[in-house]
């Protein structure tokens, strides 16, 4: 490998369990966010020798976020089957019914408004690099920012009353 292959390698390597992360994120899916991050990379190496390396994580950003989201529009039936399960990382401080709870309420969001509160909050991109990702107003992120989590707030209090038994 030379030149910009070696960069792209080095680059998957660099990013790819965060890309992965970031697709767990918005499809609440291991297996699915690996295939959402993995043709993510696969479009990005395709377009690579034309991309500005100073914008090459917010151009993943974007691919990873419109991969997700044509997954939704087309409504593919995914295999769900894996060999291992990944191992997951979680804040000590946050229980796993707690872990739970949050995930199964970010699911319910609309996907729309869950990409755009997973690269708000699990990316930490400003809302203006969130609007050039995803291709729209600051105010349209700003809107979505506040349904999402209305709704995100909504659904977790329905989902720990549930588990609560109440």
Excluded: H
């Amino acid at each position: 490998m030379r030149g910009r292959d070696q960069e792209f390698a080095e680059f998957f390597a660099a990013r790819f369990d965060g890309a992965r992360r970031i697709a767990y994120a918005m499809c609440g899916s291991w297996p699915d966010a690996e295939e959402i991050a993995q043709s993510a990379f696969v479009k990005l190496y395709a377009r690579w020798a034309k991309i500005r390396i100073e914008t090459v994580d917010a151009y993943l950003r974007t691919v990873l976020t419109r991969v997700f989201l044509d997954t939704k529009r087309r409504g593919r039936a995914r295999e769900q089957v894996v060999a291992e399960l990944p191992d997951t990382i979680a804040p000590p401080d946050v229980g796993p019914a707690e872990r739970m709870a949050m995930r199964a309420a970010l699911l319910t969001v609309p996907p729309g408004q869950r990409v755009v509160l997973v690269l708000r909050y699990v990316a930490d991109l400003s809302v203006a690099q969130v609007a050039e990702t995803l291709g729209c107003s600051a105010g349209t992120v700003k809107s979505q920012t506040a349904r999402g989590l209305a709704a995100l707030r909504a659904a977790y209090t329905n989902v720990n009353l549930e588990v609560r038994g109440a």
